[in-house]
């Protein structure tokens, strides 16, 4: 909802490269899924990430 009207969607995330800009990721989710609920990282791999993302204790 957004200003008390309904809306349908999808949310599209991503997984990039940094040094190439390159896609290596990527996840679509309906629009009502929280953030924090999307991780696309692997153990131990540095990520930057939006503040949404940390810490991801929605799991």
Do not use: N, Q, W
């Amino acid at each position: 909802m957004k200003r008390s009207k309904s809306y349908c969607g999808y949310k599209l995330y991503t997984k990039v490269v940094a040094k190439f800009g390159l896609i290596e990721d990527y996840e679509v989710t309906t629009a009502s899924l929280h953030e924090s609920r999307i991780d696309l990282s692997l153990p131990r791999e540095p990520m930057v990430r939006d503040k949404a993302y940390s810490p991801v204790s929605a799991k």
